[in-house]
Nanobody, 129 residues
Framework: QVQLVESGGGSVQSGGSLRLSCAAS????????LGWFRQAPGKEREGVAA???????TYADSVKGRFTISQDNGKNSMYLEMNSLKPEDTAMYYC???????????????????????WGQGTQVTVSS
């Protein structure tokens, strides 16, 4: 059974930084896509960043240059380093995973959260102005 557990959320002031972690267990696919998504109150869940099993990354335009996604295969973990945070980054952040077969990780990420099969419970990020 696949389990994803996020941690690292919190409250920071505008311009601050946070590092989110996602610990994965029970995942056996050798090729996979891992993603970070976020959902603010009253808004749809949106993609933030994704990384595949080869280390190729994809970012939403709104976070390019500020957020960095990475993974540590030895620890079965994924991270999201968030810098220069803005109030509009306030949301519940979720990690998600799916196997890769035909299409690329970017292909799935750009087509929205419904493409991902496995989800964590979320971690709250609040950025105050």
């Amino acid at each position: 059974q696949v389990q994803l557990v996020e941690s690292g959320g919190g409250s920071v002031q505008s311009g601050g930084s946070l590092r989110l972690s996602c610990a994965a267990s029970g995942y056996t696919d050798s090729r996979y896509c891992l993603g970070w998504f976020r959902q603010a109150p009253g808004k749809e869940r949106e993609g933030v960043a994704a990384i595949d099993s080869d280390g190729t990354t994809t970012y939403a335009d709104s976070v390019k240059g500020r957020f960095t996604i990475s993974q540590d295969n030895g620890k079965n973990s994924m991270y999201l380093e968030m810098n220069s945070l803005k109030p509009e980054d306030t949301a519940m952040y979720y990690c998600a995973a799916r196997p890769l077969q035909v299409w690329s990780c970017a292909y799935h990420f750009n087509r929205g959260p419904a493409r991902f099969a496995y989800w964590g419970q979320g971690t709250q990020v609040t950025v105050s102005s």
